[in-house]
């Protein structure tokens, strides 16, 4: 039997397994809270690692340790930036957003949330959140199915185009079926498979190599400046704009939607602090060993790789047996399911919960919210796929767009909505215009001060408009106000 056939056959005997996990959940998947939602009854362990794995995508394994792999210790202020965001966002948003959804008769989505907490009479506070939920998302699943397609033409040498199919074929197949509750028990096998992957990776190669020190030597010898982390591959130290870009990611925690489900989703806000004392832990220990796959990789590896994001692919093929090659390899894959499904879910929950209403004029029924929500899951996976074909696309660069789309649009709207009384639904709708806006016109733009991860200037502006709207437009009710009393 060859090592490729090996390999496959252990991706397949994954893929039925979280398939079979799938079909259980569609048992229990009764009405549109059930899919979108879990019910609101996950455990703290369940809720922390579904996070974390449902944030971390095929970027953990592919483009963070290709970052490391090719910048050196540079990629450290990443890891530094994110850690800070996890912490920050269990301690000040999960508590406070999983009472006031809640609360706010059952609010599903992010949009929903934001129309019951800012008691909108109109459509389009909800409706402009759903449309950029739905544009940066795309992005967010293309960078997954990309991701797959990397995965699956470098393992079998499948034709890239077709690599993505199949990828985004097999994220579907289960994410249409089971919902929320597939997606986030999938999510706690993939969670710990991937930190499995990433820690014996590392732990190979320090053992090939003799040891730690020998990896540091290597790198050493090869480039010195792999080992700095405040100077570049060329010896020119770090810029106040590349730092601020690097630490800046940890900004677009506060806005994403389907890591702000799983707060949402969790069995009790009593056990908010333990989940997230597991999903800090988890975090650490996977961007430690992120960090670690790219440099050992480095320092391993040789000749150099052409497209640095296969580091951790080319080291599993060259140091394990094809069956625990399968294995590793098969975390790719969990990486890219565990985000790319909650992403669909999110998208499809944007469509069939706050867009159908705004399209029919009426709300939907428990069985066309649930109907709507498949067919959304299958139309946005057909779209999505179709972005992600381009061959020369880059993983980190498709996660960073997205992240900081999301982060500038909703983080701003979601931690003033859970904090300032005074807040009001045209200061929501500004921020959230503003900052998704700036996301991409900023993009478009290099030089000086424009380049800086556009996330940062979003963030900031969209903070900016919530306080300037709504201190200079009408109060809201005191209802409104003292939601934040009752509640948070």
């Known amino acids: 039997m060859t090592d490729s056939l090996v390999v496959g056959l252990t991706f397949v005997v994954y893929l039925l397994f979280v398939l079979w996990i799938g079909v259980l959940a569609y048992q229990r998947t009764r009405n549109s809270a059930d899919y979108f939602l879990g019910g609101r009854s996950l455990p703290p362990f369940v809720a922390a690692l579904s996070a ?7 970027w953990l394994l592919i483009g963070l340790p290709g970052y490391a792999y090719a910048a050196g210790m540079e990629a450290i202020w990443i890891a530094i930036g994110l850690c800070t965001g996890v912490a920050l966002n269990w301690a000040f948003v999960a508590r406070r957003l999983r009472n006031l959804s809640a609360a706010l008769d059952n609010a599903l989505t992010i949009p929903a949330y ?13 409706s402009v ?11 967010y699943v293309s960078a997954a199915f990309i991701g797959g397609g990397k995965l699956f033409n470098t393992v079998f040498g499948f034709p890239y185009e077709m690599a993505v199919i199949i990828g985004a074929v097999a994220v579907v197949s289960y994410t249409l079926f089971g919902g929320f509750l597939a997606v986030s028990w999938t999510d706690v096998l993939q969670g710990l498979l991937m930190s499995l992957a990433l820690a014996l990776v590392p732990i190979m190669v320090f ?12 790198l050493a010898a090869n480039n010195p400046e792999l080992l700095n982390p405040l100077t570049n591959t060329n010896g020119e130290a770090i810029g106040a704009i590349a730092l601020l870009s690097l630490l800046g990611w940890g900004l677009g925690y506060f806005g994403q939607p389907h890591i702000l489900a ?14 997230g004392l597991i999903a800090l832990g988890w975090t650490l220990l996977v961007f430690v060993c992120a960090l670690a796959v790219g440099l050992s990789g480095a320092a391993y590896l040789d000749p150099a790789l052409s497209d640095s994001e296969q580091v951790f692919m080319r080291l599993v093929d060259t140091l394990f047996h094809p069956v625990i090659a399968g294995i590793l390899l098969a975390a790719i894959l969990a990486a890219i399911m565990s985000t790319a499904d909650s992403q669909l879910l999110v998208c499809s929950s944007a469509l069939a919960e706050d867009l159908y209403q705004h399209l029919h004029g009426r709300a939907a029924t428990e069985q066309q919210s649930l109907a709507w929500g498949r067919r959304a899951v299958l139309a946005l996976s057909i779209v999505a796929t179709l972005v992600a074909l381009d061959a020369d696309s880059k993983v980190l660069d498709a996660v960073a767009y997205a992240w900081g789309g999301l982060g500038a649009a909703f983080g701003p709207t979601m931690i003033l909505s859970l904090y300032w009384s005074r807040m009001t639904r045209q200061g929501a709708l500004a921020g959230i215009i503003v900052g998704g806006v700036t996301v991409i016109v900023w993009k478009q733009l290099s030089g000086g001060w424009f380049d800086l991860y556009e996330l940062v200037p979003g963030f900031a502006l969209s903070f900016s408009a919530i306080l300037l709207v709504s201190l200079v437009g009408p109060a809201p009710t005191k209802t409104s106000r003292e939601r934040i009393k009752t509640y948070c």
């Not at 974390?52 to 095929?58: E, L, N, Q, W």
Request: aromatic residues 12%.
């Open 52 to 58: 974390g794995a449902s944030d971390m995508s095929g």
């Open 114 to 126: 934001l129309q019951r907490r800012f008691e909108d009479p109109t459509p389009w506070l909800r």
């Open 129 to 139: 959140a759903a449309i950029f939920t739905l544009l940066f998302f795309l992005f």
């Open 207 to 218: 053992s090939d190599l003799g040891s730690v020190s020998a990896v540091q030597q290597t």
């Open 262 to 275: 799983r707060f949402k989703a969790i069995r009790s806000a009593d056990e908010i602090p333990q989940a």
